[in-house]
């Protein structure tokens, strides 16, 4: 298999992004009694999920172009 550097640069934004989201669903859960801090933390869990998915969909659209 030929090793693409965008490939591979897309997997790192992916991972990254996977990782910031679990991060942040961590800390929903030790900010959960307090609703002010849990409206802003879901927020941001959002967020970040959206971006992860965001990554996942480019590298999906990188691999249909490029064919890798
Ligand atoms: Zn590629």
Redesign the pocket.
């Known amino acids: 298999m030929d090793d693409?550097p965008?490939?591979n640069r897309l997997i790192k934004q992916w991972h990254k992004a996977v990782q910031a989201f679990s991060k942040s669903v961590s800390r929903l859960r030790v900010c959960h009694r307090d609703a002010g801090k849990f409206a802003d933390q879901y927020q941001a869990t959002e967020l970040a999920r959206v971006q992860a998915e965001d990554a996942h969909v480019k590298l999906e659209l990188?691999r249909t172009e490029?064919g890798?």
């Open positions: 693409c965008d490939r990188h490029h890798c």
